[in-house]
């Protein structure tokens, strides 16, 4: 059986050449006679692993030596405590902007920690808009201010950088990370998960600016201090070693792609054409107001819900995966992240347009 186009949300579509080169390597890393999963995390074979891994993200990305990069592990979730407990130090609170399920979450983890400002909330629109910052009720004395700059289940995504001031700018870039050109340099902290546009799922990258290092609670777990983690590599304890290196091998191809630069411009031609269909289409529909369409992760209805088992099921005949929509919203889901090729939205609408054509 040939390849799927899985428009998964996460764990996401992987490029295939880099589950080939996993494959070809997976029973004998380059003639040590192990695969990468048997191997010490402290043998030079994979702390070379390790330590490529890093610099590319860094190449790729544009980080500088002022931050860290740490591959932790619980995913992006258990970031949403780990940051409050790193980051308030002396301070009593932290503002966050509530713009979906995914912001929801972090506020709720944050609030065991300490108060919890919501600077402003698009909720009354049922999560279809940014708010505008103009509006936004932030606090100079906040420890950090916390946002979520594409969320992966609304399909809402930001089109600006917010402006903190002096308040570390912390962004939960899951959904996002990699996909476009970044100016790192306005954030204090970034965190994602890999599952989406980085690697297998469990591991979380998280880029934080140096001077943040260091200020945990006393009852921080230590597995949770970013100063630990810091300090030991990332290998405190055995890290997700082989999570690790597949996310290096995405790097590697990421590079060989173009970068984050080539990686924009074809995600930004991926997303016009699907909105472009679904807007010139009177049986679809997307909810989100345009400019803040998400471009990684593209929902959409049909004009008659109960059509729905009908449309996945020719999808899947078609080897289109993984289009039903999360459960908290309904209707259809295509996650075009990196590794979705452009073939695979032309083959995505394609079918939207026949589906339309003969049930519309
Ligand atoms: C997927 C996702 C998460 C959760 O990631 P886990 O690794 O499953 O914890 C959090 N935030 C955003 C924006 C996501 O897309």
């Given at each position: 059986m040939s390849r799927?186009?899985?428009?998964?949300?996460?764990p996401a579509t992987l490029p295939e050449a880099v589950l080939k080169q996993a494959q070809s390597e997976m029973l004998d890393w380059r003639g040590?006679?192990?695969?990468?999963?048997?191997?010490?995390?402290?043998?030079?074979?994979?702390?070379?692993?390790?330590?490529a891994a890093e610099k590319d993200l860094r190449e790729?990305?544009?980080?500088?030596?002022?931050?860290?990069?740490?591959?932790?592990?619980?995913?992006?979730?258990?970031?949403f405590s780990t940051i409050p407990l790193n980051?308030?130090?002396?301070?009593?609170?932290?503002?966050?902007?509530?713009?979906?399920i995914w912001s929801k979450k972090a506020i709720a983890e944050a609030k065991r920690y300490g108060n919890v400002n919501v600077v402003a909330s698009?909720?009354?629109?049922?999560?279809?808009t940014i708010p505008d910052q103009s509006g936004w009720n932030t606090?100079?004395?906040?420890?950090?201010?916390h946002y979520t700059?594409?969320?992966?289940?609304?399909?809402?995504?930001?089109d600006f950088i917010p402006d903190s001031g002096?308040?570390?700018?912390?962004?939960?870039?899951?959904?996002?990370?990699?996909?476009?050109?970044?100016?790192?340099?306005?954030?204090?902290?970034?965190?994602?998960?890999?599952?989406?546009?980085?690697g297998p799922s469990g591991l979380v990258v998280v880029i934080i600016r140096k001077d943040l290092l260091g200020k945990a609670r006393k009852e921080t777990p230590t597995m949770m201090n970013y100063q630990v983690i810091a300090d030991n590599g990332s290998m405190y304890n055995t890290p997700a070693t082989y999570s690790w290196y597949l996310s290096g091998l995405v790097f590697k191809w990421l590079k060989e792609q173009g970068g984050v630069q080539a990686m924009g411009e074809m995600n930004a031609r991926k997303a016009k054409k699907l909105y472009g269909f679904i807007d010139a289409n009177d049986f679809y529909a997307n909810p989100i107001e345009p400019r803040f369409r998400s471009w990684m992760n593209v929902p959409f209805t049909l004009a008659d819900d109960a059509l729905n088992g009908e449309f996945l099921k020719g999808a899947e005949a078609r080897h289109l995966l993984n289009l039903q929509g999360h459960r908290s919203v309904g209707g259809m889901r295509a996650s075009i992240y990196n590794a979705m090729p452009e073939e695979g939205v032309d083959a995505l609408i394609d079918y939207m347009a026949e589906f339309a054509k003969e049930r519309g």
């Open positions: 799927a186009f899985n428009f998964c949300a996460g040590t006679g192990m695969s990468v999963m048997e191997m010490s995390h402290r043998s030079d074979e994979f702390v070379a692993i390790a330590e790729l990305a544009g980080i500088s030596d002022d931050y860290a990069v740490l591959f932790m592990q619980g995913g992006a979730s258990s970031q980051l308030l130090g002396d301070k009593t609170s932290a503002d966050y902007v509530n713009t979906g698009s909720e009354d629109s049922g999560f279809t606090s100079a004395d906040a420890a950090y201010l700059p594409n969320e992966t289940i609304g399909g809402l995504e930001y002096d308040v570390p700018l912390v962004a939960d870039m899951s959904s996002t990370m990699l996909s476009r050109p970044l100016d790192i340099s306005k954030f204090g902290l970034i965190y994602a998960g890999a599952q989406k546009n980085i």
